[in-house]
């Protein structure tokens, strides 16, 4: 049956399962609008930025693991979505974004609204492509799922000319997908395996260091049966947060520049870390040729990139976190080695231990001012642990990672590697269309929330209940953060005057505003606000002095730590 | 050290920008670079030659390898090879500057290709060293321009 590229483009979202897709239409793209018109199978939301559209398929791909879709026009519509293609780039979220373009014999010509997002998105995507021609259109799009969702997951970017979307072509949507250039590799090598496994037992001093690939893998019960096998302490990244649950007597709790004091010893005085889906990012290893300086280190990642990039290891494993760890699961769980091992490893426990308990996150209560860290707090009693949390960029972000314990994957949903400001708040949204039960809170920052504040309209419109909690600093505190502890208190163009009121911004945005602004209100407030229907928005007057502790200083060792 | 990478690749547009473009943004260096197809001519062969410590080079053949439309990556370092760079060298010839010229050629076993009232054009194929050693001996003529192709090589044997 002939169809037309526009027709083609729905039907091909509907059969591969797609449900929801976040967009914004254009000239480019009129004739897909056209089509979407009244369809049933596939629901599109519109944004109010197409940055935003990015995000909530970003913030929906995190929270359910399916693939997030974006649909925008040409020229500024795509280039409005680079900031989210790099966002979802660094962090590994499948996404894919299709960017109407203008007619292939206008391409080159500086035609009106053509843009190359092909060659500006190139070194962000994992792949992208330009349909050429109508008939290839639907094979494109499978691959393109194909590509964001395997391996090692990414944002794709499928372009489409306007004249490809008009003109007509037979349906033909491949059952498989065959890429002869893109094979990735899920099974860990056995003997590599193996090895791993000798050279962990051989240790005394054992962590595991797990990252963001536990859980694009969905590998978090083999992270915890492994270590409750072994009795391994377990820190993860702040993009392994949920990969294993904060409450474990087991867990450490995050490591790296704001890690915890127990993390970061542990790792630094270990003598075997077991890194799994973590790719050993400055903000973690600190001053590189410091880290870890006694440990012999196994590398577990799907890709190959990942290892031997930044650290040496002693046992690369190429594979799925998933497979590697029931291979490693299988060969200890209920052996002799393994119960004496733990007895070897006592010991070392004992010390983590100590450590966690001299040094704890902390941070010292005061009448007057609203701690940040105590909102936090007070977020995760009301919700239990249960809520997703979503935060923005700076400090907020930090404190979000400190205070609040995730117990379960998919439910802390943070910029890491681009740490994009203006993330959160579209990023929760994109999860509660993905989790309609579940209570999503974005933990905000004055700052960044100004930097996608117009989707609290996109929130309005379809009635998505978000809870978003600004921790109000009145400054870009991150950046003031820094000023204060190494460029002697020159506060150069962080405080942030003109805030707007933002229960008052709420309100006309038609979503519901509160305010805290003396300690005693924080958990009314917090409640009240959690119980209202529909999206709301929490103002936290916190003081504005607060900052996050611990913290190793760019390019010091990660036992330089600057404490409460 | 100097590494020369043969990477055969899907024949499709865009794909050289893929490449070049993991170089650049990654501040990889780029010495040489030769494209074109293969027998299949699906696909092509790029050859380029990069510089760097152990740990780059690795990162460089496994970015490249992660490359959709990257089929195939060699690193050609401690392989037996073959290499060959094509040079043409336009030079000044008049008057003893032509036999000494002419000369050149003959023991290089280059070629002169076109020849013009006060100068000639060479053409010349070697590995890296006689390259080097030839343009050495003509700069004295005076060389007024050097197109190079920079290198291609392929594995000995079978
Ligand atoms: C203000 C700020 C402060 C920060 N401070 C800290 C800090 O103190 N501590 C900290 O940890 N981070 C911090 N970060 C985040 C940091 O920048 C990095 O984003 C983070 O450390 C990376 O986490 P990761 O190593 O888990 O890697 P990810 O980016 O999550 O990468 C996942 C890795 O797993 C691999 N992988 C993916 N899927 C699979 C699979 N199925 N099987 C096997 N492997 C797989 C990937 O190839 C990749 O190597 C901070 C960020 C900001 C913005
Ligand atoms: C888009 C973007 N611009 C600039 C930065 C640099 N930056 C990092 S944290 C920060 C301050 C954020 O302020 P706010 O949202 O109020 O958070 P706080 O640190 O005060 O909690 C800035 C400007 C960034 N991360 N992202
Ligand atoms: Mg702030």
Known sequence: MQMTGAEIFVKALADLEVDVVFGYPGGATIHIYDALFRNVKVRHMLCRHEQGAVHMADGYARASGRTGVCLVTSGPGATNTVTGLATAYMDSIPVVVFTGQVPTLLIGNDAFQEADIVGISRPCTKHNYLVKETKDLARIMKEAFYIASTGRPGPVLVDMPKDVLAASARYDLPKEVSLRGYRPTYEGHQRQVESAVRLLLSGERPVVYAGGGVILSNASGELAELSHALSLPVTTTLMGMGAFPGSDPLSLGMLGMHGTYAANMAISNSDVILAVGARFDDRVTGKISEFAPHAKIIHIDIDPTSIQKNVRVDIPIVGDVKDVLRKMIKLVKGKKEATAYQGKTAAWRGQIVSWAKTHPLTYKPSKGKIKPQYVVEQIHKLTKGKAIVATEVGQNQMWAAQFYSYEQPRTFLSSGGLGTMGYGLPAAIGAQVAMPGRLVVDIAGDGSIQMNIQELATAVQYRIPVKVVILNNGSLGMVRQWQELFFEGKYSQTCLPHIPDFVKLAEAYGAKGFRAEKTEQVPEVLRKGFAADGPVLIDVITDPGEMVYPMVPAGAGLTEMLLV | ?158
Request: aromatic share 4%; hydrophobic share 45%.
């Open chain 2, 1 to 158: 050290m100097r590494h020369t990478i043969s990477v055969l690749v899907e024949n499709e547009f865009g794909v050289l920008s893929r490449v070049s473009g993991l170089f650049s943004g990654r501040g990889f260096n780029i010495e040489s670079l030769c494209v074109a197809e293969t027998m299949d001519p699906q696909v092509s062969r790029m050859t380029i030659v990069t510089s760097g410590n152990d740990q780059i080079v690795e990162q460089i053949l496994k970015q490249l390898n992660k490359l959709i439309p990257v089929l195939k990556v060699i690193d050609f370092t401690g392989v037996d090879t073959v290499d060959r760079e094509l040079v043409l060298v336009k030079v000044n010839a008049e008057g003893d500057g032509k036999q000494e010229v002419l000369r050149l050629v003959d023991i290089f076993r280059a070629r002169i290709v076109d020849v013009a009232p006060r100068c000639y054009t060479i053409e010349m194929t070697g590995g890296e060293g006689k390259v080097t050693a030839f343009l050495q001996m003509l700069r004295p003529m005076g060389i007024r321009e050097v197109v190079r192709t920079g290198k291609i090589a392929i594995s000995r044997g079978m």
